[in-house]
């Protein structure tokens, strides 16, 4: 029996509605905890802790305020305060990079984890990921530029960020409109997904990644949201996540390794083209997260598989929650 389009269209927004209401219930009050501790002196705190930390990967101990900001919010806000220290910090294109890779990897953790958790990951070991992962790809890319002497000359920032009304109604539209965004985003992917999977095109793409998806941990079951969420993020494809996770349709460790592969290297179109405006070096913010996401998530494939099943339930894995 053909369903009517009217049929279709009903049950597409339905379908997004469902997805989109399940993610803003982890990310309107998480939005709101952010905000008070942006406008309670918390995220500067937080900065100051991370200043010790920047020194150890070639930074100016004042770029922790910048990673405060991403982890706790996201990377334009970090961007932000990045472009307002650059005239009282001057950092070299080397050290650009090196913070756009520790933003990449570790940003809007209270969100991202939450959504994680939500999943099936248990909370503090993808937090260790991305945070532990972030300090790892900084340090290596800090190394790496010393030894070598690239990168060494002033960055100048090809973008400079609009100011932004900081009233509080401001702030509540600029989220009301962030949501909408995110909810026609949903509806879009949801509509995306059901076109290539009519097309066949959704096979031939399993196909295509299984083998190094395979190597990885991650079945050709996870294969599509993975791919959604490390070109879109995992803000936007966190619903379908969810959803997927809560299915019963993915194995659990198929899960893990999808969400820690995309925990890694995510929103790699948007989140790469902001630190490259910035003006970091775009091999090492594109090619080189993803040579390392690669090196960790094998180290971590092999800890993980080895490890006793009553240890992953525990530490590692939970039972997803739609």
């Known amino acids: ?27 309107v009050p998480l939005i709101v905890v952010v905000k008070i501790l942006q406008e309670t002196g918390g995220i500067a705190f937080l900065g100051n802790l991370l200043a010790p930390v920047m020194q150890i990967v070639g930074l100016p101990g004042s770029m922790g305020l910048v990673w405060a900001t991403a982890i706790l919010a996201n990377n334009y806000a970090g961007a932000v305060v990045f472009i307002s220290l650059m005239g009282a910090c001057p950092v070299t294109v080397a ?37 532990c992962g972030a300090f790892l790809f900084g340090w290596v890319a800090f190394r790496i530029y010393q030894l070598g002497g690239w990168f060494q000359g002033l960055n100048t920032a090809k973008w400079v960020p609009p100011i932004e009304e900081s009233s509080l109604s401001a702030w509540a539209v600029s989220q009301l409109r962030e949501l909408i965004l995110i909810f026609f985003i949903i509806l879009g992917l949801v509509l995306l997904l059901k076109i290539l999977a009519r097309v066949g095109i959704t096979e031939i793409m399993i196909r295509f990644l299984n083998p190094i998806l395979k190597l990885l941990g991650i079945g050709p079951s996870a294969s599509t949201i993975t791919i959604i969420g490390m070109t879109l993020g995992i803000a936007y494809g966190g619903g379908l996540i969810i959803k997927e996770a809560a299915s019963g349709r993915l194995d659990q460790r198929d899960v893990l390794f999808s969400l820690t592969l995309m925990g890694l290297s995510h929103s790699l179109i948007e989140d790469t083209l902001l630190m490259a405006i910035l003006g970091a070096d775009i091999f090492g913010v594109l090619w080189g997260r993803l040579i390392l996401t690669l090196l960790t998530m094998f180290f971590l494939v092999k800890l993980v598989t080895h490890l006793p099943e009553p240890v992953l339930s525990r530490f590692v894995v939970r039972e997803p929650k739609m």
């Open 1 to 27: 029996m053909k369903t009517s389009a009217a049929e279709f269209t009903k049950k597409l927004f339905l379908e997004a509605f469902e997805i989109s209401t399940a993610l803003f219930r982890i990310m």
């Open 95 to 131: 050290q650009t990079t090196i913070i756009a890779l520790m933003m990449l990897v570790a940003h809007n953790l209270p969100v991202e984890l939450r959504i994680a958790q939500k999943a099936g990951a248990r909370f503090r070991f993808m937090f260790l990921v991305r945070v």
